[in-house]
């Protein structure tokens, strides 16, 4: 069976930073890209970063380039991302997704199956 767990999410003032990590169990993580996306109150999900099989090539949407760090740890079939400087904007559920062979930008549309979420709310 197919499960991927988010954790780490939490309140967290804006500028700050927190780290998410996905366990993932029930499929080899090996041959398969991985992402994160993100809903915010009353929008739809969307993209947030997506890393390749190997770790080797990795995919960010403009709202989160260069401050947004997506990595994984196949032996220990762990996908994090790493979130600094974050704003307001930043709240929403995270959601670890399995893609393809490869990462297809940030598209939602190429995860196929997520996890439950974890809550990350930035605010003062």
């Known amino acids: 069976q197919v499960q991927l767990v988010e954790s780490g999410g939490g309140l967290v003032q804006p500028g700050g930073s927190l780290r998410l990590s996905c366990a993932i169990s029930g499929f080899t993580p090996d041959y398969y890209s991985i992402g994160w996306l993100r809903q915010a109150p009353g929008k739809e999900r969307e993209g947030v970063s997506c890393i390749s099989p190997e770790g080797l090539s990795t995919s960010y949407s403009d709202s989160v380039r260069g401050r947004f760090t997506i990595s994984r740890d196949n032996a220990n079939k762990t996908v994090y991302l790493q979130m600094n400087s974050l704003s307001p904007e930043g709240t929403g559920v995270y959601y670890c997704?399995?893609?393809?062979?490869?990462?297809?930008?940030?598209?939602?549309?190429?995860?196929?199956?997520w996890g439950q979420g974890t809550q990350v709310t930035v605010s003062a």
């Open positions: 997704a399995r893609g393809f062979y490869y990462c297809s930008g940030t598209s939602v549309s190429q995860f196929s199956q």
